[in-house]
């Protein structure tokens, strides 16, 4: 599993231009004029990750499969979509379906590029965005507690708990913060899920500047990582001009535009990376002679539910994981070095697997 990252922010940002780059494709058609993006367009990247390609190398791999990561550019939003202005409500089940949401900020000058307000204001940009998606979910929950009531006085037991979580919500809401600033008990964790707030996804700001400002912002990017830092969240500076240059580039052209430009990683590296640590994401390897391959899971999966990941059979019959850190087995040389030196280490259904462990499951048929 990798995980879907939907592309927001108002008309003429840079989002349709990113989404390109990200996924260099011309999927999305870049036009400067609002809208140009109806449909969400959806791609796949490989993540990056250099450690899979050590281990590839020590096992002979044929293979190298990288975990995946999916972007979902959605449709451009303007002040009074939840009411229906612009493409209304088009965009907001779209929304509903991404694990994250990148927020596409405009941080760049150019006369050439229209804003839809007639100035640059990221800040002000982002609140209008997070404004739509707040009176969407109120809307929303106002019409579905209306018709919770049956339920809830028939002793439904999953009414009653849901209930209790959109009162709480629309509370939050009401005064004006997003669903995702309230704390939610484990024990409550799956209703929450159900009800797919739109202010309930984590957010990543993406401030676009300009090619020459893409390794140290400028001051509007910086304005964006203050508030973002207000609000708990994150932000990443991205030039879409520069990703749209490097996804023509040959892998070695690029690294040398890179150091070039002054940057020691691609945006959408930056973008990915971020975006592992807003969901609390890690990665484990399965290495052998035909593939050496990715896998994603939250933080805290235990070694069943890692291997679950891979097939369902893998977890129902479960028996231990054979486990080695990446360090060992980087360092010792491979599989075989590494249970020679006592690195291997077998793990039972309590082990919370670690970022970068190298694992082989055994398991019942």
């Not at 304005?223 to 990703?243: D, F, H, K, L, W």
Request: with cysteine.
């Amino acid at each position: 599993m990798g995980f879907k990252m939907g592309i927001v922010g108002l008309p003429n940002v840079g989002k349709s231009t990113l989404f390109n780059a990200l996924t260099k494709t011309a999927a999305a058609q870049a036009a400067n004029f609002p809208f140009c993006t109806i449909e969400p367009n959806v791609g796949e990247v490989g993540v990056p990750d250099a450690r899979l390609d050590k281990l590839a190398a020590i096992a002979s791999s044929k293979t190298i499969i990288p975990t995946r990561m999916t972007f979902v550019d959605i449709a451009g939003l303007v002040k009074g979509a939840s009411k229906g202005e612009g493409l209304g409500n088009q965009f907001l089940a779209n929304i509903r379906e991404v694990d994250a949401i990148a927020h596409v900020l405009r941080c760049f000058e150019d006369g050439d590029v229209t804003h839809v307000e007639g100035r640059i204001d990221p800040v002000s940009d982002a609140e209008t965005i997070e404004t739509e998606l707040m009176l969407a979910d109120i809307e929303s929950l106002e019409k579905r507690l209306q018709n919770m009531g049956r339920k809830v006085r028939g002793g439904d037991k999953d009414a009653v708990d849901q209930e209790r979580l959109m009162k709480m919500a629309l509370e939050a809401l009401e005064d004006g913060k997003p669903a995702r600033v309230l704390e939610i008990d484990e024990d409550d964790a799956k209703q929450w899920k159900i009800l797919q707030l739109l202010t309930s996804k984590p957010v990543l700001y993406v401030c676009n500047v300009g090619e020459a400002e893409a390794s140290e912002g400028n001051d509007h990017s910086a304005a964006v990582a203050t508030m973002a830092a207000a609000q708990g969240n994150s932000a990443v500076i991205i030039s879409a001009q520069i990703e749209e240059e490097i996804s023509k580039l040959e892998p070695e052209e690029a690294t040398m535009f890179l150091e070039e430009m002054g940057l020691n990683e691609s945006g959408q590296d930056r973008l990915i990376c971020a975006g592992y640590v807003l969901l609390h994401l890690e990665t484990y390897f399965t290495v052998g002679p035909k593939e050496a391959r990715a896998w994603t899971i939250p933080a805290g999966t235990t070694a069943p539910k890692a291997a679950g990941v891979i097939h369902g059979d893998f977890e129902k019959g479960f028996i231990r994981a054979e486990t080695i850190a990446y360090d060992d087995f980087v360092t010792l040389g491979g599989e075989q070095p590494s249970k020679e030196a006592g690195k291997m280490r077998a793990e039972g259904k309590t082990y919370i697997v670690k970022d970068g462990d190298v694992l082989h499951f055994l398991f019942n048929n």
